[in-house]
């Protein structure tokens, strides 16, 4: 079964709002990443935050992470139409020389203007 | 930098069919990832390469599918005989190595097998 599940699955707002989207998973990890995809495209790295830290901010992106409760929760405050896509946790696994990235199933985000 | 490359963009093959995929990570990168993703199964790692020697090839479904990286700059993934659940975007990721870093996604090869 996948690492990561996202939780809700797809999530609907009005422009201006901030959405937020949970993630948990399973394992120890070394890291959790969120990723942002948008349709027919490739995914594209949007925010990392260690398992020793709890918090991290980048612009308008908001990320928690609770190792207790192996989950996590991004936050998009102050939403655009842009920012329609599909969003997705990683949980960063220790390999041989590099660590392998396990993808949850995404929440799909929509904006409506 | 030009980012990952893959080709074919898209690919329209019949069953039983040879399909090869190919990527070109970022130049300096020293682990190479392969995925797919289907509605069903989400993002699936199928195979990664460090230092262009395939570390875990857990992911690979069957022996129909076979990954090779040749050098630093090449990657290939085939599928011979190809089958109709085949059907997937396959995505191409490099990263610098290491134990923590991001992937950069190439823009993936959407295969259809008829």
């Known amino acids: 079964s996948q690492q990561g599940e996202e939780d809700p699955q797809a999530l609907s707002i009005q422009e201006g709002e901030n959405a937020t989207m949970n993630c948990s998973y399973k394992t120890s990890i070394n890291n959790l990443q969120w990723y942002r995809q948008n349709s027919g495209r490739g995914l594209v790295h949007l925010i990392l935050?260690?398992?020793?830290?709890r918090e991290k901010h980048s612009g308008r992106l908001r990320v928690t992470l609770d190792t207790s409760k192996k989950s996590s929760s991004l936050l998009i405050t102050a939403s655009r139409a842009a920012d329609t896509a599909s969003y997705f946790c990683?949980?960063?696994?220790?390999?041989?020389?590099?660590?392998?990235?396990?993808f949850g199933q995404g929440t799909r985000l929509t904006i409506n203007p | 930098d030009a980012g990952v490359i893959q080709s074919p963009r898209h690919e329209v093959t019949e069953m039983g069919q040879e399909v090869t995929l190919r990527c070109k990570p970022i130049?300096?990168?020293?682990?190479l990832f392969w995925y797919r993703q289907t509605m069903m199964r989400g993002l699936e790692l199928l195979i990664y390469f460090n230092n262009n020697v395939p570390i875990d090839d857990s992911g690979m479904p069957e022996d129909r599918f076979s990954a090779k990286m040749p050098n630093a700059s090449f990657s290939t993934l085939k599928i011979q005989p190809s089958e109709p659940r085949d059907s997937a975007v396959y995505f191409c990721a490099s990263s610098l190595g290491a134990n923590t870093g991001e992937l950069f996604f190439g823009e993936g090869s959407r295969l259809t097998v008829l």
């Open positions: 130049s300096g990168h020293n682990s």
């Open positions: 935050i260690r398992s020793n830290e």
């Open positions: 990683a949980t960063g696994v220790k390999g041989q020389g590099a660590q392998k990235l396990v």
